[in-house]
């Protein structure tokens, strides 16, 4: 019997408005800082957008890469091991469907929570490459993350590039799939966070959860002193958008997901990331504004997975994000994120609205980055049935030391207070900090 209509709340544009006015505040804040951004100051290069989401991006306070892996011209392979010591919170990790919001906790005993101290393997990405003719890049990565799935293996991307131009004006065209392009930490080696070994909540929440397979275009100019930028994608895939975090909660770590992802749900079950069900395509679209010398930039975005709801176990999910990024010093950077949005779905009550923002400092000197991070999160139920509703906040500290060409030492410690409403109870103390070893070839 074909399923009866049922009357629900009118969608909220509230987080359009909400997105608007911290663009405004980011617009303003550009403003004011750039006599200073512009002076004298030596310039900050950046990769140019052929670079893509590479293993080599590792800072020094030239903007520079001394200790970058060299890549041959037209085939290589490449990879990055991660090794940690972690002593988490008291409670299991959301990733055993427990209550811990960071990627590692520890086990319940007869006696209630209580922490341990563990050795795991974090990840092991492989990237294989090859320049095509006609100066096509195609280029794929695996990642192996066995608290996740043991060692089952996840397609993180694997598209063809052609690009047209140099780095100061041209366009670019890719076909494949792809993870988001909002991130403003996402930028190390394998898609790694660069500037911590756990992401912040919003970004961690978009590497989780989206993963497309479609067509993107790209282009870039520019002129006058500033760099301009567009992007935009369609594909298919991220059907259950939402769900991880509406279920769940907001999360920190540095999970990548992709084609085989299944993510653990409180419930004991699992959450498949790439799962097309409604053959309707998700678009999404970015607009970039910096000057041309990158000490400042804005970014402005927006994703919406056009879910059809009377489809089985689709979610419409849809957000904005708008990020600041400045180079207020040749060893100091700021970073500036917020998302606002919406996931909804009809067979069950688990409608919510999303909001998160965080703000980064890093200070980077010869081989050594040290970074402080303040995130705010929140979900709200809107439809009255499951309380999905949460608030959190928390502080993270990191340090990353590079030593030579492929390795490097790092260290971070998480602050974490969540309120999740279904939970009344004390909640375990989520704080928990972690010592990574990387090896990069």
Known sequence: MAREPQHRPARTVGYGFRAARVACFLVTLVAWLSPALLGGAPAFAQAPPSTGGSFDNVDDQQGEDPYEVNQPRRVWLRGVLDARVVRGGEAPSWTDSGRGRTRYGSDVDGEGFERETKLVLAQLAIELGATLPWEVRAQAQVNVQPDLDDYRPWLVEAFVRKEWGVATSGRGLQAGLMGNPFSLEHVGPAWSPQYSISASALNSWLWEEISVAGLEGEWWREAGGLRFGMLAGAGFGPDQLGRLVAVRGWTMGDVLSGVGAEMPLPSGVRTQIFDERDDRPAAYALLTLGDARE????????????????????????????????????????????LDGEARVRDTTNDSSLRAWYALLSHHQGRHRVSVRYDSFRLQDVDGGSVTAEDGEGVTFAWFWQIGLRHQLGFEYVWLDVDRRSQPTLAPSQDGGQLSYRFRY
């Open 295 to 338: 000490r400042a930039a804005l970014r402005f975005g927006y994703f919406d997975n056009f879910g059809d709801e009377n489809v089985a176990g689709v979610w419409n999910t849809r957000f904005g994000v708008v990020g600041a990024s400045f180079h207020l010093h040749p060893r100091f950077e700021l970073l500036v994120q917020y």
